[in-house]
């Protein structure tokens, strides 16, 4: 078998889906600066792209396409800045996951604000749920090490700070069912 | 809600844009089928709701990266859930046996409604696929809609993971020279 035959094995692998996790990264990693391979892959997601057909359609919830513009708007600000630093396929998705890791950080770092600067502000005994809420976000970061900042990626601080408000939020807006299973979730997480 | 490719490639462009209104255009007309086929890999709603918010956002994110001389709307879109559900899917690995079907189950050729909607691509395909022996057959449905590992299917057959790894490869690219593209 020759190394030809093998990668196109590895990226026929891939787009199945039958690849192990360090793999998968691997090639993603090479996909952004190797254009030959972008294209071997992107010419198997064709090939296996109609078993799409088969698989029947589920409606998602009805509440996610209001989730997904509100979370756009989140992030109107960077987009706005950066709207046409897009040609080349990859560079922009790092530049853009760094600056949603700042914007994220930025949130996170202004909610915390909000009541380790007023702690006393609130009323006792009138919004009950807010102050439950607020300090299981606080919980969440005080026990997420802070050492674990210099050890993971600025993707994976985005997503776990975005996960963290999304948790804050839905236990905000009462859905406890959503914010338990946030917060049991970035619980398990490990780094 | 049946959109032609012209009107996906058309929302595509309005979306890189910055177009709300294509956007949700957009969301309408594809997000019934990459939901199914992220809960499919995922098997589980709320672990699944999320990874459609991702795949949207990627798209509102990404949309001029689609380029519509290279592909169909469609397949990049579904590329882009795929991938992100199988990510997801793998930072839980491993997952139990128990998580998987005891047997495939997809649309039949026999019934009538499901035949009625298969593109030519697909029915090409599953010639192809006919050509491999059933059970290679049902290892590559499994690991396309379910996204199992060479592990997973190692446990579930009782074989060596090389044995599947040489299985998998062999099989993929008795597809790619049947389907001659």
């Not at chain 2, 062999?170 to 593209?181: E, H, K, N, V």
Request: hydrophobic residues 40%.
């Amino acid at each position: 078998m020759t190394e030809e035959d093998d990668i196109d094995g590895l990226v026929a692998e891939y787009a199945l889906g039958s690849l192990s996790p360090a793999e998968r990264r691997e090639l993603e990693a090479r996909r952004r600066t190797d254009a030959t391979l972008a294209a071997a892959i992107e010419a198997w997601e064709r090939r296996l792209a109609p078993l799409s057909e088969q698989a029947p359609g589920v409606a998602p919830p009805a509440h996610l396409f209001g989730r997904i513009l509100a979370r756009i708007a989140d992030q109107g600000a960077t987009r706005a800045r950066m709207p046409e630093v897009v040609p080349i396929r990859g560079g922009f998705g790092r530049r853009l996951r760094l600056a949603t890791a700042v914007s994220a950080l930025a949130a996170c770092v202004a909610l915390a604000a909000v009541w380790f600067g007023h702690p006393q502000t609130q009323p006792p005994g009138t919004q009950p749920t807010s102050v439950s809420c607020g300090s299981r976000y606080k919980d969440f970061w005080e026990q997420f090490d802070r050492q674990k900042y210099a050890r993971i990626s600025a993707e994976q601080l985005a997503g776990l700070s975005r996960m963290a408000l999304r948790a804050y939020d839905a236990c905000e807006a009462g859905d406890e069912q959503d914010a338990r299973a946030l917060f049991d979730r970035l619980r398990r997480m490990q780094f | 809600m049946p959109v032609s490719r012209q009107d996906l490639v058309a929302a595509l462009q309005q979306t890189a844009r910055g177009d709300q209104a294509a956007f949700r255009l957009l969301y309408e007309a594809t997000s019934l089928k990459l939901y199914g086929i992220i809960v499919r890999i995922l098997g589980r709603r709320d672990l699944a709701d999320e990874v459609l918010q991702e795949v949207y956002i990627r798209v509102w994110q990404r949309a001029g990266d689609f380029d519509a001389t290279s592909g169909s709307p469609i397949t990049w879109l579904a590329a882009i859930a795929r991938n992100l559900a199988l990510d997801e899917a793998r930072r839980k690995s491993p997952r139990s046996l128990d998580e998987f079907p005891e047997v495939l189950r997809l649309p039949s050729e026999d019934d009538p409604a499901a035949a009625q909607e298969r593109s030519e691509e697909l029915k090409r395909l599953e010639a192809c696929l006919d050509g491999l022996e059933a059970d290679k057959k049902e290892l590559v449905l499994l690991v396309y809609h379910y996204g199992m590992t060479r592990e997973e299917i190692s446990g579930r057959i009782n074989r060596p993971v090389a044995t599947v790894k040489t299985w998998l490869r062999r099989s993929l690219a008795q597809l790619r020279d049947c389907l001659g593209q």
